[in-house]
T-cell receptor, first 113, second 116 residues
Framework: DAGITQSPRHKVTETGTPVTLRCHQT?????MYWYRQDPGHGLRLIHY???????DKGEVSDGYSVSRSKTEDFLLTLESATSSQTSVYFC????????????FGPGTRLTVL | AQSVTQLGSHVSVSEGALVLLRCNYS??????LFWYVQYPNQGLQLLLK??????LVKGINGFEAEFKKSETSFHLTKPSAHMSDAAEYFC??????????????FGQGTILTVHP
């Protein structure tokens, strides 16, 4: 298994506060992704990275920003959390883009009150 | 643009019965297709993938899927269900173009229940 950890694993916060979720990998994979999982929607891509300091938006990027200053770390920030951002967030990594498998972290359950 | 539709948000089978989970995709370019499985409170893991080498793809745990371009389908099957197959299954697509960066578009998921 790819070594992917996410922190925190659970978080409860209040509307309007900033929140940062961390994804850490030990596999030296070039590509990293943040998804959110909501019932009835499957997983939806928030942001992705194709190298250090190279990031781009996914399909549901509003209200989120990311940073990747090192190969192993990919941070997701909710600039001002809203209740609609209550979700389970998954980080994934991949050695290559395209047809290669993505490896998923264990997820972070975020509740915004 | 690409999309995935999984027919049936819940599928229930008896142990030993055939498992059939349906997935239809839409893609303007040749697709790569994946099936992932998620066990409760865990991340996703890959079951199998189609990357144009063969239309019938075999994966882990006895699952297989057949790519049918004419039907834009990639249904997942297993001849005999086990209790341990109970999980949520996701079909996903990315395009085969060089600028896809591996971005996946997922279906809504199908929860498989296996009865004794």
């Amino acid at each position: 298994d790819a070594g992917i950890t996410q922190s925190p694993r659970h978080k409860v916060t209040e509307t309007g506060t900033p929140v940062t979720l961390r994804c850490h990998q030990t596999e030296n994979h070039r590509y990293m992704y943040w998804y959110r999982q909501d019932p009835g929607h499957g997983l939806r891509l928030i942001h992705y990275s194709y190298g250090v300091k190279d990031t781009d938006k996914g399909e549901v990027s509003d209200g989120y920003s990311v940073s990747r200053s090192k190969t192993e770390d990919f941070l997701l920030t909710l600039e001002s959390a809203t209740s609609s951002q209550t979700s389970v967030y998954f980080c994934a990594t991949g050695e290559h883009g395209g047809y290669n498998e993505q490896f998923f972290g264990p997820g972070t359950r975020l509740t915004v009150l | 643009a690409q999309s995935v539709t999984q027919l049936g948000s819940h599928v229930s089978v008896s142990e030993g019965a055939l498992v059939l989970l349906r997935c239809n995709y839409s893609s303007s370019v040749p697709p790569y297709l994946f099936w992932y499985v998620q066990y409760p409170n865990q991340g996703l893991q890959l079951l199998l993938k189609y990357t144009s080498a063969a239309t019938l793809v075999k994966g882990i745990n006895g699952f297989e899927a057949e790519f049918k371009k004419s039907e834009t389908s990639f249904h997942l099957t297993k001849p005999s269900a086990h209790m341990s197959d109970a999980a949520e299954y996701f079909c996903a697509v990315t395009n085969a173009g060089g600028t896809s960066y591996g971005k996946l578009t997922f279906g809504q998921g199908t929860i498989l229940t296996v009865h004794p």
